[in-house]
């Protein structure tokens, strides 16, 4: 992502958004990240200190490997969508809580919280454009598949080459050529290795 987004939470519950890197697919398994946590505001600030200090840095100077950004009930929230790595494979949480009154259920019941979670995982995308979401979107998140998908299109559907092929007498139509296409993403370094590079393929063939 690489552009400001802007959130409105326009119901009467608390949203937290969570996006955390999964992992780097390299052989035919997903490398796991380090668990270095980062805490969301104006800058992100590392949670491991030096010299006594807690270190901060600008969100567009370091990759993330995890952030959380919490947003009140009826409140507006603006930040940069910089910072994740494109192509790298992220999970995205979108967890809400809400009070429900005791007198609405039951008097004399104490105050519960109604909670809710739902989770994604996506290849990261770059947007060139502003973006605004409301809480039923973030709650949602498909959102993030739809520009998820239209990402990948632009990265991987020039690198094919779609024909009618002769393969020992039969003739195939309208077909390409895995191991070319492959070829093509890791020479554009859409991806980072050769099952990388299956793995985005497989995400355009699963929507």
Same mark, same amino acid.
């Given at each position: !992502?690489g552009?400001?987004?802007s959130?409105i939470?326009?119901k009467d519950i608390?949203i937290r958004?969570q996006v955390?890197?999964?992992?780097v697919?390299?052989d035919?398994?997903?490398?796991s990240i380090?668990?270095? $946590?980062w805490?969301?505001?104006?800058?992100f600030?590392?949670?491991?200190?030096?010299n006594?200090?807690?270190r901060?840095?600008?969100i567009?100077?370091?990759?993330?490997d995890?952030w959380?950004?919490?947003?009140?009930?009826?409140s507006r929230?603006?930040?940069r969508?910089?910072?994740?790595s494109?192509?790298?494979?992220?999970?995205?949480?979108c967890s809400?809580?809400?009070?429900?009154?005791?007198d609405?259920v039951h008097?004399g019941e104490?105050?519960v919280?109604?909670?809710?979670?739902?989770?994604?995982?996506?290849f990261?995308?770059?947007?060139?454009?502003?973006l605004q979401l $409301?809480a039923e979107?973030? !709650?949602?998140a498909?959102w993030?598949?739809?520009?998820?998908?239209?990402?990948?299109?632009?990265?991987?559907?020039p690198?094919?080459?779609v024909?009618? $092929?002769?393969?020992?007498?039969d003739?195939?139509?309208q077909?390409f050529?895995?191991?070319?296409?492959?070829t093509y993403?890791?020479?554009h370094?859409?991806?980072q290795?050769?099952p990388?590079a299956?793995a985005?393929?497989? $995400?355009?063939l699963e929507n």
């Amino acid at each position: !992502m690489g552009c400001q987004i802007s959130v409105i939470n326009n119901k009467d519950i608390s949203i937290r958004i969570q996006v955390k890197k999964v992992g780097v697919v390299r052989d035919e398994h997903v490398e796991s990240i380090s668990n270095s $946590r980062w805490s969301f505001g104006s800058t992100f600030s590392s949670r491991k200190e030096r010299n006594g200090k807690p270190r901060s840095k600008k969100i567009a100077d370091i990759g993330l490997d995890q952030w959380v950004c919490d947003i009140k009930p009826n409140s507006r929230l603006k930040f940069r969508g910089d910072g994740l790595s494109p192509n790298v494979l992220y999970e995205y949480t979108c967890s809400t809580s809400a009070s429900v009154v005791a007198d609405r259920v039951h008097k004399g019941e104490k105050e519960v919280k109604a909670k809710s979670q739902s989770s994604i995982q996506f290849f990261a995308f770059q947007l060139d454009h502003g973006l605004q979401l $409301r809480a039923e979107e973030l !709650m949602d998140a498909k959102w993030i598949r739809t520009y998820e998908l239209a990402h990948l299109c632009c990265e991987i559907l020039p690198g094919l080459r779609v024909q009618d $092929r002769d393969y020992y007498g039969d003739v195939y139509d309208q077909c390409f050529i895995a191991n070319e296409l492959v070829t093509y993403i890791l020479l554009h370094r859409i991806a980072q290795s050769a099952p990388h590079a299956v793995a985005l393929c497989q $995400r355009l063939l699963e929507n």
